[in-house]
């Protein structure tokens, strides 16, 4: 109870230093307004973000004695990098909403999505060097990594024969890496090499998990704020697809003719996707995302015991379970 209270606590300080962060700084005297700020707030502040990555970094730092207050500009940076991410995603998918709001690239123009990103990217990454150097060259390494996974994405749309290896590639450089430097952060904070390498480790396995449910609830449809079966409306071969089409051949016809075409219908959408749900990839994708938990936990070896590590252990196990309830509500 202690531990909910005080992660509760510092999730309210992390808030408040974004909101002191995403400020109208340098906008001129003759400028009414800083408009990528305007934008990058639009964004990070009252928008439903889950802030896992500030939630990461206190429980990582909690399981080695980090205290809080050293924290919260690790964390701040963490979801600077990974709002940074989504506002780039958004212009390469042409994404229009984002959870239940419209995109900035909507809103306000690709050139102010990107720009607004550059911006805060930076800011976090400066807010970094003034705490400790060796911080900003670790995140510096993983914005390239995610970087890189972003571009590989991009360059397997409509690719049914992607190797699954690639697909987990891309998987933990856009997701697993920043869970990682969230861990691997703290444990520097601590001086602690043990920690940096399982924190790390834990991490970018339960980033790779956290994409493979998303990949899960895309097929469901329980996605919130996304539409069912947007993966194959654009073209994305997530894992339940990958899995689907290699077991059946049909499908990955009729799925590979349904994306020669420059659009596809809601009604064709549909139909590929109950398709791919009879093939039992769903279930399938389940395993291979509980595999990758349990190879989380194994990683995080004795600081399992710690009482934060102990909150790391349930909220991967409460992703498993989340999934599973989902899977068999669709089920009943």
């Known amino acids: 109870m202690e531990l909910a209270r005080e992660l509760t606590d510092f999730l309210g300080a992390v808030e408040e230093r974004l909101g ?139 690719d049914l024969d992607l190797p699954l290896n690639r697909l987990r590639f891309i998987a933990e450089g856009k997701t697993g890496s920043l869970f990682g430097w969230c861990g691997a952060a703290a444990a520097t904070l601590a001086d602690n090499p043990e920690a940096v390498e399982r924190f790390d480790g834990f991490g970018r396995h339960l980033g790779v998990a956290f994409q493979i449910a998303d990949d899960i609830r895309d097929i469901l449809g329980t996605d919130v704020g996304k539409p069912r079966y947007a993966d194959v409306h654009s073209r994305t071969p997530s894992m339940p697809i990958l899995l689907a089409v290699a077991k059946d051949e049909s499908l990955r016809r009729k799925l590979k003719d349904a994306w ?24 399938s994708s389940m395993a291979r995302m509980n595999v990758e ?20 252990v349930g909220w991967a196990r409460k992703l498993s379970a989340g999934i599973a309830e989902q899977v068999q509500g669709r089920a009943a």
């Open 20 to 158: 002191s962060t995403l400020v109208d700084g340098n906008a001129g005297p003759d400028v009414k307004g800083d408009t990528l700020m305007e934008a990058a707030r639009h964004l990070c502040l009252g928008s439903g973000g889950k802030r896992a990555r500030p939630m990461l970094v206190r429980l990582f730092g909690g399981a080695v004695g980090v205290k809080p207050e050293r924290l919260v500009d690790v964390a701040v940076a963490s979801e600077l990098i990974h709002s940074a991410s989504l506002l780039h995603d958004d212009v390469v998918d042409a994404g229009m909403f984002r959870r239940g709001r419209p995109t900035v690239n909507a809103r306000w123009g690709n050139i102010v999505a990107v720009m607004s990103g550059d911006l805060i990217l930076s800011t976090g990454l400066y807010q970094l060097s003034q705490l400790d150097a060796r911080l900003t060259r670790s995140a510096l390494a993983i914005v390239s990594e995610m970087t890189r996974a972003a571009i590989a994405e991009v360059e397997a749309r409509g």
């Open 293 to 312: 938990i349990e190879a989380a936990l194994d990683k995080l070896g004795h600081f399992a015991k710690e009482p934060a590590g102990q909150e790391l």
């Open 260 to 283: 020669a075409f420059s659009t596809i219908t809601p009604e064709r959408t549909k139909e590929i996707g109950a398709a791919i749900e009879a093939t039992g990839a769903v279930e």
